[in-house]
């Protein structure tokens, strides 16, 4: 049983000799487990980049309106579809708007969309999925129905039906978002619990008499964790797409306000005669998905205890 | 003097990997001549596997191997997949451990037999199809002809390792290589398949290479053995003076760590501390030197050589510099491995009927409905998985529930931790009857008297829970305790079962295997249980590791009072562990007295066949053995007709006259017992 394969050795020799200098009680107290993750995290150098280039953009989103004079609603008429200047940092749009004081408010508006939505479908996915295969039997029969109907109801349609009468309101956005984002997920958290559901150590803590909720939050969730990491991570670049989509047919975010969706509509139609229109928010949608994704790695290989710096606390 | 089959010369293999090149075989010599047998015995991980599947020339291509294997005379390292083709088959042969792996699921195994005949020999396709027959009739498959259009998942384990050792022999090989050829198995077909190995060898003169873990198969089949350590070989002895006359400490430790089918007396086993070294960039010194009872200074400074022993008349070689001080086991007048003291118990102080009962099972019966249609599901008959078992354990007391895979064995576990009202009967759980039960907090009370130890120290173990966590959680689950007393009872526990508490916050990957089930152990404890369920507890876990566990099985319920309820196939650590034993049989208890008596004087023909199947690690007693080998495998457990369930495969049955045997087939036999005592079984006419 004792795999000498690198990589998977024990870490741990047997205990030799119980150390008799220290008395009983003055052992260092254990390393609680929200510490342990964030030591592993924190060494993980990708994922600090990642870190520091999604807090950069949330300062950026933030406070990045003090470097401009001009709100987003401004127009300036002196200068339609000018280029980058000292005044204008990222130039100005066809209709004399600031492209800067607008992607300022464009990545504020998003970044809210997109991790607002992205955690509650993730939270909710995990939730119903692991629950319907832990309970099993009638329960998990129900809520398949409800995701499998889910999933074939025309959801774009009803998406732009209802952010059209919302008047581009973007919490109603982020309520229909969630609503008809969270099933396909859940059905992948459904089919991966269930075989965890089978292991030992869920049983063992049947056994022992731990309550059902407490299983499913502390056994099964936990254990789909990189899943759910990877699911969020990409579930922030799939909102912004969809807003964008939404924006770009008119029915997301509606004018005067502007997310990073309606910007990159706006500038895709110029990219060859007004370029800054297009990339400026180009790079922040970028750099904002790169940052998640390397943010995504560095928490799964925290998480994970098989990963390679799994074992060592 | 004929020339050896086989001869192999300072084989290393090493892999690349990200911690560095792994050295899996270091050095390899052996010669094998033409009809012996070889066995190679080594924990995982000690290069056994690899040495043969190098002979096999079955590496992954990233492997480098270096040295020399001659097979008859002819080089093989360095040939081409091709041309090794040629051979594998023809001379070389190989049985592997999983026979449902090894066979083609969608041909039938008369198909590939003949193939297997065709690939190398010039033959018909008739002649080939008889010839595939009579290999099949040879290896002891009832009907050859008719059976050789089954498919593989239409036999059962043994009959598909029959069929596997069949295509082995096809083509009259100079050399078969068995790798774990029957650890996938149960006992009783354990036995039959070595006997076929045994007829195999013979028919064909072909020498065969045994790899194994168990040191009581080699001892009944081997003539030479090698015991490999850490990618070498360390010892290497004809079978009977390795056994008697151990040299290396490592395989005195092997020895010592086993616990034997046929001994009643309990002397403590013996562990060999820590675990094996990984073969990254080895330390310069005997690689066993870390774990080693009698190590000196002058073992860290360079690898021992396998070297001839001296005193003793045959090829007995050992890799230990201290080998020749080494005779019985002793050196220097002391024991290689000090004894540890044996835990006396307390509980055992009164007599048996003035215990507690902290178990009672009253005639529990489980049934499955057995479904067939694709949509509609209609059933057709019924599963007697568990039927009508009584039970009872008492404080203090040991019961080891034995038997082959599906006789119900875990059925009845289940029944019993559901704590539900099962389909028939009762189950009573220290004193509560399990059907009164009502509400959560009732149910709980009585978890906390009752805990399980599962067989997979991997499985049972939430990975992404610190050890400390899982420790806890029984603790937690319960509402026992503040946090406080929660953290200092989890250290206790560790010191408990002899880990350190500092390890505490360290997850299941970094414990070795059988560091994981300690804290199995401990998780079982924490609420002080009266009843502890041990499902398999040592069967995944290494020889020397498993000692260790029932070690500490044994002194916890010395120390603690515990009453176990043990289920193993492996009889040998059952009698060293139970005070009692049940043997089932088809969902039945078909035996049931206090353990010595079970094995000393079995009285259920299929008890006596169950023991007699077990190998003992000693070559003598092997040899004068008489073996009750069972026909066939276990019935199906769907039939409910009346009459014994063992009828069809009892050695017994086929001594009676007609009267008794309808006596055997129309009336179900029950549980009677000889004069008063507690030793019961199931047979008529015992």
């Known amino acids: 049983m004792t795999a000498n394969i690198p990589g998977l050795e024990p870490l741990i020799d047997d205990m030799a000799a119980p150390s008799e200098v220290k008395g009983r009680g003055a052992r260092r107290t254990h390393l609680s487990r929200r510490r342990l993750y964030l030591r592993r995290f924190l060494r993980n150098r990708g994922a600090l980049v990642g870190l520091a280039v999604l807090s950069v953009l949330i300062v ?12 987003y609603t401004d127009v300036d008429f002196a200068n339609l579809s000018s280029a980058p200047s000292p005044e204008h940092l990222f130039g100005t749009n066809g209709a004399g708007n600031d492209t800067y004081a607008q992607a300022v408010h464009g990545l504020q508006r998003s970044l809210v969309i997109a991790l607002v939505v992205s955690a509650l479908t993730t ?147 110029t990219v060859s005669s007004a370029p800054w229109l297009f990339y400026f928010p180009a790079s922040l949608v970028t750099l904002l998905t790169v940052s998640m994704a390397l943010i995504g790695d560095g928490l799964r290989d925290a998480l994970d205890p098989t990963s390679r710096s799994g074992g060592r606390a | 003097m004929s020339t050896p089959v086989l001869s192999v010369r300072d084989l290393r293999v090493s892999f690349p990997s990200e911690a560095g090149l792994v050295d899996a075989v270091r050095g390899v010599d052996f010669d094998l001549l033409p009809g012996r047998t070889l066995g190679i015995v080594g924990e995982s991980g000690s290069g056994k596997s690899v040495t043969s599947l190098a002979v096999m020339g079955l590496l992954p291509e990233y492997a480098a191997v270096s040295g020399s294997i001659t097979l008859s005379g002819r080089e093989l390292l360095g040939r081409s997949d091709r041309q090794l083709s040629k051979i594998r088959g023809r001379e070389l042969a190989m049985i592997f451990q999983d026979p449902l792996a090894s066979l083609t699921p969608i041909f039938s195994v008369g198909r590939q037999l003949v193939e297997a005949l065709q690939v190398h020999q010039d033959l018909d396709r008739d002649v080939a199809r008889k010839r595939a027959v009579e290999l099949l009739d040879l290896v002891g498959i009832p009907n050859a002809a008719t059976r050789a259009r089954s498919f593989p998942h239409e036999f059962s384990g043994g009959m598909r390792q029959r069929v596997v050792i069949a295509i ?121 030197e870390p774990r080693c009872p009698i190590a000196i200074a002058r073992c860290a400074d360079r690898e021992p050589e396998l070297a001839p022993v001296s005193g003793t008349s045959t090829s007995h070689s050992a ?49 499955y409905p057995l479904l067939k249609g694709a949509l509609l599901k209609r059933r057709i008959g019924w599963v007697h998985a568990v039927c009508e078992v009584d039970l009872d354990i008492r404080e203090g007391e040991t019961l080891g529930l034995v038997g082959e895979s599906g006789c119900g064995k875990t059925t009845t576990l289940l029944e019993i931790m559901n704590l539900r009202r099962p389909e028939h009967g009762t189950i009573r759980v220290c004193g509560v009857d399990v059907a009164e039960l009502r509400g959560r907090d009732t149910e709980r009370d009585l978890r906390r008297g009752l805990q399980i130890v599962f067989q997979d120290p991997m499985g049972s173990l939430d990975p992404r829970l610190t050890a400390f966590d899982i420790l806890a959680e029984p603790l937690r689950a319960l509402r026992a305790a503040d946090p406080a007393a929660i953290t200092r009872r989890v250290e206790d526990l560790m010191e408990l079962v002899g880990l350190d508490p500092e390890h505490s916050d360290r997850f299941p990957t970094a414990f070795s ?109 092997e040899r004068t053995r008489e073996r009750v080998l069972l026909r066939g495998d276990l019935a199906s457990p769907t039939d409910s007709s009346p009459g014994c369930r063992f009828v ?29 005592t507690d030793h019961r079984n199931a047979c008529h006419f015992r």
């Open chain 2, 513 to 621: 295997g059988g560091q994981r089930q300690r804290i199995g152990i401990a998780r079982a404890l924490a609420t002080r249980p009266a009843l502890v369920v041990l499902d398999e507890p040592v069967s995944a876990l290494d020889v020397s590791v498993q000692a260790g566990v029932i070690n500490l099985l044994n002194e916890l319920k010395a120390e603690l009072g515990l009453s176990y309820l043990f289920v193993a196939h492996d009889l040998s650590v059952v009698r060293y562990i139970s005070d009692r034993v049940a043997v089932m049989y088809l969902g039945r208890i078909v035996e049931i007295g206090p353990v010595d008596e079970v094995f000393d004087d079995p009285r259920h023909p299929y008890t006596e066949a169950l023991l007699s199947a077990i190998p003992v690690p000693d070559p003598q007693v």
């Open chain 2, 648 to 676: 069809s495969r009892c050695p017994l049955h086929l001594t009676l006259d007609s009267t008794q045997q309808a006596r055997c087939r129309n009336e179900t036999p029950v549980l009677t017992g000889r004069a008063n």
């Open chain 2, 319 to 367: 890799a230990c510099i201290r080998a020749d001080g080494i005779e019985g086991g002793r050196i220097d007048g002391r024991p290689v491995y000090p004894l540890p003291p044996l835990p006396e118990s307390r509980a055992t102080a009164l007599a048996r009927d003035q215990r507690p009962t902290v178990l009672e099972l009253a005639a529990v019966s489980k049934t």
């Open chain 1, 123 to 269: 939270t909710i996915a995990a939730f119903v999925g692991a629950a319907a295969a832990y309970l099993g039997g009638l329960a998990e029969k129900i809520i398949l129905e409800v995701i499998h109907f889910l999933l074939v109801v025309p959801a774009f349609l009803i998406l732009a039906l209802v952010s059209q009468r919302a008047h581009g309101d973007w919490s109603v956005l982020i309520l229909v978002l969630t609503m008809f984002g969270w099933m396909f997920s859940a059905r992948v958290v459904w089919s991966l619990a269930t075989s965890l559901r089978e292991r030992e150590y869920v049983q063992a803590a049947r056994y022992m008499g731990v309550g059902r909720i407490r299983i499913v939050v502390r056994h099964l969730i936990p254990n789909i964790g990189s899943l759910l990491i990877v699911s969020f991570t990409l579930g922030v670049v799939a909102t912004v797409q969809s807003e964008t989509a939404l924006s770009f047919i008119g029915f997301g975010v509606q004018p005067p306000d502007v997310s990073l969706g309606t910007m990159l509509s706006d500038g895709a139609n």
């Open chain 1, 60 to 71: 950026f989103a933030l406070f990045g309106s003090v470097l401009t004079i001009y709100t």
């Open chain 2, 168 to 288: 082995a022999i096809a083509n009259d090989p100079r050399l078969i290589i068995a790798d774990e050829p029957t650890t996938a198995l149960d006992v009783t077909v354990q036995a039959q398949i070595l006997e076929v190995l045994k007829l195999a060898r013979a028919e064909t003169g072909a020498a065969l290479i045994l790899i194994t873990h168990d040191l009581g198969v080699v001892a009944g089949t081997a003539d030479d053995v090698l015991v490999m350590y850490a990618g070498r070989p360390v010892e290497k002895a004809p079978v009977d003076e390795l056994f008697a006359r151990p040299r290396m400490p490592y395989t005195i430790g092997l020895l010592g760590a086993l616990p034997r089918v046929d001994a009643a007396a309990r002397a403590p086993l013996v562990p060999i501390k820590g675990n094996p070294p990984l073969l990254v960039d080895l330390p310069p010194g005997c690689p066993f």
